[in-house]
């Protein structure tokens, strides 16, 4: 529910690299026409759109000490981070409508699903895209066992994100023709690009124990508050079960010389561990600072594991093979560190859990991060858009060397943003909406 758009530098070098109408001042109609933002439209946010961006109705109070130990180390304060500049530290705007999450299938399909012209099959997977030559004219899809065809009347749009969108076009014959070939899978169009240029944004998390029985984690107290809690949700949308759990955020530079923030944390008011699969961790009073590196070098790749369309694909994501990215993730820590030890936190801490007191030196902590980072659900690229020879869709998001098909979602970005990618990806899809309908009016015209 992080509603943040990344970087006016990151859709600047979208434009720089050859992707007209790209750039910030052409995308910021679109993040705007996408939302309602509560706080009111300005040169930066709409009214009226369908994704209700809200302030956080009952941030934690260990929240509240978070923004001011940022402020403590010296990063500004900042009350929006996708206005005029997004560097700095305090709460999240979140997506949310009422004290509840405003997903896009709440504040678009939820408008949309009873028009004559829409048909929306649930428990159906994509399987392959039909050409006829190298035109694409239906979709083949398994549903309850039984395969079926839906033909198009004018174009195809794949929205499967960045991990499946690259595995429906190589079982379609688009990508490179050796794995293909390999596969038994005639080529429609060679494209060496599909699947290629993953990038996704890694994420190590420090954790402290907390003194005060203040945290959301699972503790006697809070189970004896959460019927309280479930109250003040129902009646009023209010409290503990309106947090989005990551409630407060910055944006930081991990050095001087870096041209933009290139460092994000997400602070949250309890102990987690593998974004709380790990369960025991989820006990006790406790928070937790996330350390993100915001534009990673390593890249990795979207392979197919077989030709048969049920398999998933193979997930190569490559992290940290670049030495830059190991290098921004330790400052990282050590910044996430400072903040941590300031004095907003000094009624608060407790002993830290991860890393340890025995993780003081660079190797050690280098050591933490390969051992403890993970993903934090960003993948994108993997279509990427553009005009060099890797690329797989043009400015218009049409794939290259095919007619009649346009991907539409996070693999196309050709370089990852600075920032969480939901809002960017909804951008993307409100851009595409006026490409698709200008195409058709050409057409008819």
Same mark, same amino acid.
């Given at each position: 529910m992080c509603y943040t758009r990344g970087h006016a530098f990151d859709y600047d070098g979208w434009a720089r690299l050859g992707n007209a109408g790209w750039s910030y001042q052409d995308v910021l109609p679109y993040f705007k026409r996408a939302e309602h933002h509560e706080r009111g439209a300005d040169a930066f946010h709409g009214t009226g759109g369908p994704l209700n961006v809200a302030n956080l109705r009952s941030p934690n109070v260990l929240t509240k000490a978070f923004v001011t130990a940022g402020t403590q180390v010296g990063i500004p304060r900042n009350d929006d981070f996708n206005g005029a500049e997004q560097e700095g530290v305090g709460l999240f705007q979140v997506t949310q409508k009422n004290g509840r999450r405003c997903s896009t299938a709440s504040g678009y399909l939820g408008m949309a699903k009873h028009r004559g012209n829409l048909t929306i099959l649930t428990g159906a997977q994509a399987r392959r895209v039909l050409f006829d030559g190298d035109a694409a004219v239906g979709v083949e899809y398994q549903r309850g066992g039984t395969v079926h065809v839906v033909h198009a009347a004018m174009e195809v749009i794949l929205s499967a994100g960045a991990i499946q969108s690259p595995q429906l076009l190589m079982l379609s014959g688009i990508g490179d023709r050796v794995p293909l070939q390999a596969h038994g899978i005639p080529v429609v169009a060679h494209l060496p690009g599909v699947g290629k240029n993953l990038q996704d944004h890694l994420d190590v998390i420090v954790v402290n124990s907390c003194t005060q029985p203040v945290s959301i984690g699972i503790t006697p107290g809070n189970v %004896?508050?959460? /019927?309280?809690?479930?109250?003040?949700?129902?009646? +009023?949308? @209010?409290?503990?079960?309106?947090?989005n759990a990551v409630e407060g955020g910055g944006f930081v530079k991990s050095r001087p010389s870096e041209?933009?923030?290139?460092?994000?944390?997400?602070?949250?008011?309890?102990?987690?561990?593998?974004?709380?699969?790990?369960?025991?961790?989820?006990?006790?009073?406790?928070?937790?600072?996330?350390?993100?590196?915001?534009?990673?070098?390593?890249?990795?790749?979207?392979?197919?594991?077989?030709?048969?369309?049920?398999?998933?694909?193979?997930?190569?994501?490559?992290? %940290?093979?670049? /030495?830059?990215?190991?290098?921004?993730?330790?400052? +990282?820590? @050590?910044?996430?560190r400072d903040i941590l030890a300031a004095p907003a936190f000094d009624r608060y801490r407790g002993r830290e859990l991860m890393p340890t007191v025995l993780c003081e030196r660079d190797d050690k902590i280098r050591q933490f991060i390969r051992e403890r980072a993970e993903t934090i659900y960003h993948p994108v690229g993997t279509c990427k858009m553009g005009q060099d020879a890797m690329a797989v869709v043009d400015s218009e998001l049409r794939v290259h060397g095919a007619r009649r098909l346009r991907v539409v979602d996070a693999s196309i970005m050709p370089t990852l943003v600075g920032g969480n990618t939901n809002a960017p990806t909804v951008m993307i899809a409100e851009k595409a909406s006026d490409l698709v309908r200008w195409a058709a009016h050409e057409r008819r015209h």
């Open positions: %004896l508050r959460w /019927p309280w809690e479930l109250m003040k949700y129902f009646c +009023g949308r @209010r409290g503990l079960f309106t947090s041209p933009v923030p290139d460092l994000q944390f997400h602070f949250s008011p309890m102990k987690l561990s593998r974004h709380g699969m790990d369960m025991g961790d989820l006990f006790g009073d406790g928070y937790s600072l996330h350390v993100c590196c915001l534009r990673p070098k390593s890249v990795g790749e979207i392979r197919l594991a077989s030709p048969h369309p049920m398999e998933a694909p193979q997930i190569v994501a490559n992290y %940290l093979t670049h /030495p830059d990215d190991m290098e921004t993730m330790l400052r +990282g820590v @050590r910044l996430a």
